[in-house]
């Protein structure tokens, strides 16, 4: 049976509206400013696996000093927060093009299973953040032994 979560579905709306007014127009104003124009994703980037014993997240940060980026979990969802900052000296630059942008971002993601928050790293290598995640002890499958009589 399957848990309802209130703040799943609440996520869930808020996309769902995001994307219905993404060509209206108003897609612009309801994105955060460093991220351009309507075919943009959220940021940053992420891809999620996991095998039995954990779960790995890699999240495209180029550009975001890794000291600087914040990480937290509850439950099953890690939270990835920081700023891109704009590079100095370009302030009086006219702009013709920016598609990289800058400024704060927060990224929530669901995560697979539940995880020991005690048993997590991070590490950065090239503007890709991987983070490994230990699964929580009633998440790890169990093996049953069967019994012949």
Not at 71 to 78: A, E, F, G, H, K
């Amino acid at each position: 049976m399957a848990n309802w979560d209130m703040f799943r579905e609440l996520d869930n709306l808020r996309r769902e509206v995001d994307e219905a007014f993404r060509n209206v127009g108003l897609g612009r104003v309801m994105v955060p400013q460093f991220l351009t124009g309507p075919g943009t994703r959220r940021f940053p980037l992420v891809n999620i696996s996991e095998d039995a014993a954990d779960v790995y997240v890699e999240a495209l940060l180029p550009g975001v000093d890794p000291k600087e980026i914040e990480l937290s979990v509850l439950r099953n969802t890690l939270t990835l927060s920081g700023e891109r900052k704009a590079p100095e000296g370009e302030k009086n630059h006219v702009w013709h093009r920016n598609e990289r942008g800058f400024g704060k971002f927060s990224r929530t993601v669901e995560l697979p299973a539940e995880i020991d928050a005690g048993r997590i790293s991070a590490r950065s290598v090239n503007g890709v953040l991987l983070v490994t995640l230990a699964k929580a002890e009633a998440a790890k499958p169990k093996k049953i032994a069967v019994t012949v009589s």
